[in-house]
């Protein structure tokens, strides 16, 4: 296949004039004073981080990244007092928090959810400024996270309601029910500034734990509105922020040895540079979702109309800044030629544009170094013998990149091997299927894959290679993470521990049980705690 002449046409006017932004999305400047601690919005004069939208204006000088706001840019010593709320407002179990009631904690969770909501219209807008993501599907993170946070309210009752009995076993009566486990570091990503994070820090909330909040270096504005409810909403010290470079505040909260659970979504290289940090490893648990290169494998078999469907929404969704994008693409030689020709097609169709603009599918990117980076990438295929196949691919203006199909790709090449996490779509020729089976054996990562066949012989046998290769097979439909109810994991260096909705309350939490003897003494010791509800752990209360 020929590569195609990049000329941007009309794509060099994705970017308008000030006075061209419709009013309704237009935010006023966020410069904020204060951060969350120990239960105050405590004010702040010191060093401070502009926040600049990918979203570019048109100025004098060319065009420019549109200012946003600023955040506090805070220093070591304030995150060690973040660190010391949250450990003494946990107080080794005993605070108001960890002892509270699970119905007790289910309430204040709830109003927390009536403020956030409060906040809908500020948080998607903030979210289509800040990291570029359309208007319908910021809409559908901040709902899908509201969403969330009910659901986990009902799988907490589900499991206390199942918790709530006695057990009874040689001689020996108990009751098992789950504790909260520390203070919890929680640090998200910016392509979901709001839903990632939150899959972390609210079950381990509602569970009794105490909360360090690292904001993502892009989508950190978005937060801002929804430090009120926090305040209001939790005991003092059970969450609090952090601000600052991520290099200097976290290094000192790690060695202290104060953070029970670390949750992180990011690099396996970051995380494991952060787990080797704290001094008691025994004492520490991470709940990790970290690198994936998630491929698809398309066979003469498929419906070839389906792959590229699903194909363009697996690896485009977001500009393809999905730690569950499709980011590499093996394709049957016998129906190759067909399948890019398609696949070209479908990406020629995607309206680029600003967020906030009708059926736009592709926006300006929000990391500074991310273009420069994708175009490395794609020259070094080049260099090695691919092509881009469609029009205008890779073309670049400032944040803007229009996605590129890369074809043929090999192992030779960068595209092979790296997350190139945007909008560049790889394609690899194959002869038989065991060509990408031998690419998951030998990938570090193992988190998700997709299988395009309608054969069932095909794809049993697909099926049941790459079971145990990744966390989840997806068969003739784009890799994701939803529904939330389902586990999401990964194998190798993709993540540590399991997230959804049922399995994220086991992740933050521990079973711990209390005992006796089956003599009539402890059975009217146990009775009489139960009847007076002298304990919080100790209890038949039912939550409806």
Not at 243 to 253: D, V
Not at 295 to 304: E, F, N, Y
Not at 509 to 519: D, E, M, N, Q
Request: with cysteine; net charge neutral; aromatic share 8%.
């Amino acid at each position: 296949m020929e590569q195609q002449h990049v000329t941007g046409g009309t794509l060099s006017g994705i970017f308008k004039d000030e006075n061209n932004i419709p009013e309704a999305y237009i935010v006023p400047e966020i410069h904020q004073r204060e951060y969350l601690l120990n239960g105050k919005l405590v004010p702040w004069d010191g060093a401070v981080t502009n926040i600049y939208s990918p979203i570019c204006i048109p100025t004098s000088n060319g065009l420019e990244r549109k200012l946003l706001g600023s955040v506090p840019d805070t220093s070591p010593k304030e995150a060690l007092e973040a660190l010391d709320a949250a450990f003494a407002a946990y107080d080794n179990g005993l605070g108001q928090w960890p002892t509270m009631s699970v119905e007790g904690r289910i309430q204040c969770m709830q109003q927390f959810v009536y403020l956030m909501v409060q906040q809908r219209d500020v948080v998607v807008k903030l979210l289509m400024w800040e990291i570029g993501k359309t208007l319908p599907d910021a809409a559908k993170e901040f709902d899908r996270t509201v969403d969330y946070i009910n659901d986990t309210i009902d799988a907490l009752k589900d499991l206390d309601r199942e918790s709530s009995r006695f057990q009874q076993a040689e001689g020996t009566i108990a009751q098992i029910r789950r504790a909260p486990l520390g203070v919890v570091l929680s640090m998200g990503p910016f392509n979901y500034p709001l839903n990632e994070i939150f899959t972390t820090l609210i079950p381990a909330l509602i569970m009794g734990n105490t909360i360090l909040f690292k904001l993502p270096k892009h989508g950190v504005l978005a937060h801002y509105p929804l430090l009120k409810a926090f305040k209001e909403a939790f005991p003092k010290g059970t969450v609090n922020t952090l601000y600052g470079k991520g290099s200097e505040i976290i290094r000192p909260i790690m060695e202290s040895g104060k953070v029970s659970v670390l949750a992180f979504i990011g690099s396996s290289k970051v995380a494991n540079g952060l787990k080797k940090l704290h001094p008691k490893v025994n004492r520490l648990r991470a709940i990790l979702s970290l690198d994936a290169k998630n491929a698809a494998i398309v066979t003469r078999h498929a419906d070839i109309d389906v792959a590229v469907s699903e194909c363009i929404l697996g690896a485009l969704s977001f500009n393809g800044q999905r730690c569950t994008a499709l980011k590499l693409i093996f394709v049957q030689k016998e129906i190759a030629a067909k399948f890019v020709e398609k696949l070209n097609a479908a990406v020629s169709a995607l309206k680029p544009g600003l967020p906030w603009e009708k059926d736009v599918k592709i926006t300006p990117l929000p990391e500074p170094n991310k273009p420069a980076y994708l175009r490395g990438c794609i020259d070094d295929a080049l260099a090695k013998g691919a092509h881009v196949v469609n029009e205008n691919g890779g073309y670049t203006q400032a944040s803007f990149v229009f996605p590129a199909v890369v074809y043929p790709v090999n192992e030779k090449m960068r595209l092979y091997h790296e997350e190139q996490f945007g909008p560049v779509i790889p394609v690899v020729p194959f002869d038989g299927i065991e060509e990408p089976i031998k690419y998951q054996v030998n990938a570090s990562h193992g988190m998700q894959v997709s299988i395009f066949s309608e054969d069932p012989v095909e794809v049993a046998k697909l099926i049941d290679s790459f079971v145990n290769l990744v966390s989840r097979v997806n068969i003739n439909c784009q890799a994701q993470r939803g529904p939330d109810v389902f586990p999401f994991t990964g194998r190798k260096d993709s993540a540590e521990g399991t997230l959804s909705v049922f399995d994220a309350l086991r992740s933050f939490s521990i079973r711990s049980l209390v005992a006796t003897k089956v003599t009539e003494p402890n059975k009217q010791l146990f009775n009489a705690i139960v009847r007076e509800h002298n304990s919080n752990f100790l209890s038949t209360d039912y939550i409806f």
